[in-house]
């Protein structure tokens, strides 16, 4: 049997030989080394239902993952919580990411995360198969640590309990 | 390598794939690159008929320039990391690809646990697709309000216990592939000549268990299909309706037996009528496949070589093939285990005889592969040979050429490589599945948006119905996809008989 799971979970999302993707996971490789007990840090490669795998059980999650829409300077972070996902769900969804992951779940009754962020990067790059960051990517990457050790910051010193 | 020495040399790389892109002179739409979306572009003429519609998805780019001067022996694992959905046909065909290249042969016990491990990933995944992707067509209904065409509405209507039991059994399937292989998307299973670990003999009742359930699971999902499909007439009148025929070749591996092999076997291909056309040692492919590109897409078309390519064209005349479970269930004779060929001939019988072209009947066949494969997975369970010790042939032969194919939920999946006599890759060349039926799917959406689209009016109905057309392949767009932005996107540009577009739908 398995140990119960850390309540707080860092979840590195890409690919790490298809450039930009692989943002999230260099991210929390960096996140592992500032939080060497009181968190989890796991990165990842799946999609989809494999997701619920990860986020079953916790209190707390942050994700982190490249995300590419074109509208913004490459490097800028974008933010998403739960509430986010709320109105997605039902658009279409023969697809299985996130909002429809947590759909599930609650549909389920499988405990996730009530406290839920997303932390995504803008990128340039996610098609082309090759190692290393581009230069926008990796001149963001400080403050996009940054801003996750702050969310993270702020979850460890709430009373264990809170969330889920 | 070193960091300088790594950034120069992936820079070269991509500059140098840039350019043999544009010498394959594509045009492509910048928001298909851009943002990765799936686009259709349907054409108007000017009384608003449909006159062509173009499917696009966007494709990763220099893979074969990132796997030359690497060690084949790496293969499994860059491939089974360029797909977050397939990993392990990857992996699978990446291994045995590497089993030819050193010819050598595994020993018994390493291919029934391959066999196993393939066969478990198969159940998984078709039933991924089942319930959760495909299910909002058929379970919830094409016509359903929008609304409740997503995965909570696939659980409203077969209840939380059923969803319940899926992702417990999928999980299991899962834990079931890590025990052999460590995790799912980077394995360290396969290796030339065998497998990185057996199984223990106290953990075969644990693999018995959870392959008895798996055919419990298998036989309760064919029921919930007959239930929810088979007992809805308007559904079947949809199965069988000439928007979603395609009358082509068909193609899939077969045993000695001409019956469906997800792991092993030999390619058979099948025509417009039923006959048989081809059936070749894998090694054969480049004689029967060929690629075709086309100016307004990225996605390369297979088509039967020997035929030459003949466009988008399905009946007599065609040279289109098409790959995955309705391909599958046409090349076989008959099915590999009991109970799925039961539920094999109340299929064709029920679709009219065989050679089956309602693309649609995928879903039908994907749930008959679902008892195959867990049926299968019992046999092995109760193999003796499972729990042997010799699992590796440790190869002495010079590396040259390999090529190794598997059956991915998706269609034949075909790997091929070649090394220098260190064995570091000189060539490498994929042909994924859903390739294999790109011109098929093609065909799909044009022919949906012309049967659906009358007078230039479109409706997100009838948006979901083209989509249909290749949904039901359950193609895998843009291997990068992962969690965000959580919905496969989707663009349909309509254009008036000038070019200018008049309607533009986003999901």
Redesign the interface.
Known sequence: MNPPPHRILVLGLGNDILADDAVGLVAARSLRRHYPDEIEVVEAAESGLALLDFLEGRSHALLLDAILTGRHPAGTVLEFSRGDFDTALGTSSHYAGIPEVLGLAECLGVPVPTELCILAMEVEDLYCLREGLSVSVERALPDYVGRARQILDGWCRSPVGSGA | MQ?PI??AW?SA??KA?EEYLRRRTITID??T????HGKIEIFLDDRGEVERAYFQV??????E??CIGRPAEDMPQ?TS??C??C?TAHHMAATKALDDLYQVQPPPTALKIRDLVYNAFMLEDHA?HVY???G??FIVGPDAP???????GV??KVG?DV??RV?AM??RL?EMISYFGGK???PVFGLPGGVSKGLAPADLPGIKQLAHDAVDFARFTLQVFKDVVLKNDRYLTLITSDTYTHRTYYMGLVNGRNQPDFYAGKIRVVGPTGAEYANFPTQHYLAYISERVEPWSYVKFCYLKPLGWKGFVDGPESSVYAVAPLARLNVAESMATPEAQKAYEEYIAALGGKPVHYTLANHWARVIEMLQAAERMRELANDPGLTGTEIRTIPTATPKAGVGVVEAPRGTLIHHYETDERGLIRKANLIVATQGNSARMAMGVEKSAKGLIHQGKVDDGLLNMI?MAF?AYDPCH?C?????????P?IVSIRDASGRVVQELR?
Do not use: C, W
């Not at chain 2, 990068?480 to 496969?488: K, Y």
């Open positions: 960091k790594r950034e992936n790389y991509t794939n910048p928001i690159r851009l943002e990765g966007p494709e990763l780019r220099g893979f320039t990132f860059i990391r360029i977050g959905v990993p991924l959760i992707l495909g909002p067509d929008k609304e409740l065409r997503n995965v909570v659980i409203q939380v969803g319940k992702i999928r999980r899962r799912v998307i980077h989509e949904r843009g990068a996809t992962h969690s965000l932005p959580g919905q496969m989707l999901r």
